[in-house]
């Protein structure tokens, strides 16, 4: 008896800190419940001007300070957390801007920090309403009085022209030895090459940042504040404006501030080829309850190609639908629907190539993200492999299996920087609910064209 009563205490004693676990996820959950989730801080660098935007779940309220000694500007978020991937520091290479700090000030409030060059007066700070993102806050600094060709930037500063922010995204190389994934050198993609261009609309997107200092605690000798909702109200300098869709100079808040952030984005005007793996008669990989690779994959690429579109991209596609690419459909044989697709690249003189596949293993427990290049390719192919592998983790929290070589065949035989990524593996029960559901699609394809984004800088 009493040997039962101790193993049940020892068993008491196991389960504790699983409950305190629990216990402290559920008053976490309950906490931020109708918070605004603070989701990235992208950073842009224009000649005349830098660009950053702070994007939320939901629109959002905030105020704004200046501090002295040296000069920062505060953005104060209310009702919001910070989202644990976002970069609490960045160091900005910029005329106008030092550096970018941001941190969860108290558990209400998100703070934004940027310590800048250019005063009182060449900076603003407004929301942005409509586009892929539900709130968003802009702040500018620069030469932002387009009659005006004056440096502002202090002349301490060594670059006289626009430099390029930092990004978040990983290079190392990263592998897991213990499942390692049997794949064909001639993968066979699918697809009715689309060579018309869909062109584009709207915004764009890039990477996280900050850290904290004035973060920690109350800001003092503060200059002024403004009261505003992102999307409906803002202020600037101590000045609260009530109209709707209005910016801190009076101006209206439309397409054109969205045409601006993608202008600043090395996305807009760049020509790129996505190619959804598989199709027709070629179903891909099949998952454990019967999904297919060829859905997913084209599920993903059409809207990854509305993601582009919208960020200022021209976007060829091989395929939009169930199909082969090749003209000789499935008659074709494997490299001839593999070079079809390579044309399409190559014949549009796209800038990037893409192709999209889910990744399968004999056993259901493998699982991850894997970026591919051609092994004897150039570096910007690592580099685009590397970022998009990287976006893609950081939206649906898939495990990383690296950034590897390959020598598969559309890598190989594309004229442009290119990369085959294989998103999860629809062999795992988890990776393949996550890649059928609506959610697991929209976010691997902004994981992508946050990688894209990256990519281009």
């Given at each position: 008896m009493k040997r039962v009563l101790f193993l049940l205490s020892v068993i008491a004693v196991m389960l504790l800190p699983m409950a305190g676990v629990s216990a402290a996820e559920s008053d976490f959950s309950e906490r931020v419940s109708g918070m605004a989730e603070i989701t990235a801080v992208r950073?842009?660098?224009?000649?005349?001007?830098?660009?950053?935007?702070?994007?939320?779940?939901?629109?959002?309220?905030?105020?704004?300070?200046?501090?002295?000694n040296p000069d920062r500007v505060i953005v104060d978020i209310q009702g919001a957390w910070l989202a644990a991937k976002v970069k609490r520091q960045i160091s900005v290479d910029s005329r106008f801007v030092n550096d970018i700090r941001i941190g969860q000030f108290n558990k209400n409030t998100v703070r934004v920090v940027v310590e800048n060059k250019v005063g009182s007066n060449n900076y603003k700070v407004f929301p942005l309403a409509g586009g892929p993102v539900p709130g968003r806050v802009v702040l500018d600094f620069g030469n932002?009085?387009?009659?005006?060709?004056?440096?502002?930037?202090t002349p301490d500063v060594k670059k006289p022209a626009a430099t390029k922010p930092n990004t978040s995204s990983s290079s190392s190389v990263q592998k897991n030895p213990s499942e390692t994934k049997p794949t064909s050198q001639t993968r066979k993609p699918s697809s009715a090459a689309q060579t018309q261009p869909v062109t584009p609309t709207k915004p764009a997107a890039t990477?996280?940042?900050?850290?904290?200092?004035?973060?920690?605690?109350?800001?003092k000798d503060a200059a002024g504040t403004g009261s505003q909702t992102a999307g409906n109200t803002s202020g600037d300098k101590g000045q609260t404006n009530s109209n709707t869709n209005t910016g801190n100079d009076g101006a209206i808040i439309s397409d054109d501030t969205d045409a601006d952030i993608a202008a600043l984005n090395g996305v807009k005007g760049k020509k790129i080829t996505i190619d959804a793996g598989h199709g027709g008669n070629d179903s891909g990989a099949i998952g454990p309850t019967g999904v297919m690779?060829?859905?997913?994959?084209?599920?993903?690429?059409?809207?990854l190609r509305r993601l582009l579109v919208a960020e200022g991209a021209t976007v060829y596609m091989t395929r939009t639908t169930d199909t082969e690419v090749s003209p000789k459909g499935a008659n074709a044989?494997?490299?001839?629907?593999?070079?079809?697709?390579?044309?399409?690249?190559?014949?549009?003189?796209?800038?990037i190539f893409l192709s999209i596949h889910m990744d399968s293993f004999s056993s259901g427990a493998a699982k991850g993200t894997t970026g591919y290049y051609y092994s004897l390719g150039s570096k910007r192919s690592r580099d685009l492999a590397d970022?998009?592998?990287?976006?893609?983790?950081?939206?649906?929290?898939?495990?990383?299996?690296?950034?590897?070589?390959?020598?598969?065949?559309?890598?190989?035989?594309?004229?442009?920087?290119?990369?085959l990524v294989e998103v999860a593996f629809i062999s795992n029960p988890q990776e393949?609910?996550?890649l059928n559901s609506e959610d697991g699609i929209k976010k691997a394809a902004q994981g992508i064209a946050d990688g894209i984004a990256d990519y281009f800088g």
């Open positions: 950073v842009n660098s224009g000649a005349d001007k830098i660009r950053i935007v702070v994007d939320a779940s939901k629109p959002i309220r905030y105020t704004t300070m200046t501090l002295k932002l009085n387009d009659s005006s060709k004056t440096v502002i930037a990477t996280p940042v900050s850290k904290s200092e004035d973060i920690d605690g109350p800001a690779e060829k859905t997913v994959t084209l599920r993903i690429a059409n809207e044989s494997d490299i001839e629907e593999l070079q079809a697709r390579c044309d399409v690249a190559n014949n549009t003189k796209s800038d970022k998009v592998r990287q976006g893609v983790i950081d939206q649906i929290g898939t495990q990383s299996r690296g950034t590897q070589s390959c020598n598969f065949y559309v890598v190989k035989h594309t004229d442009m920087p290119a990369t393949e609910q996550l």
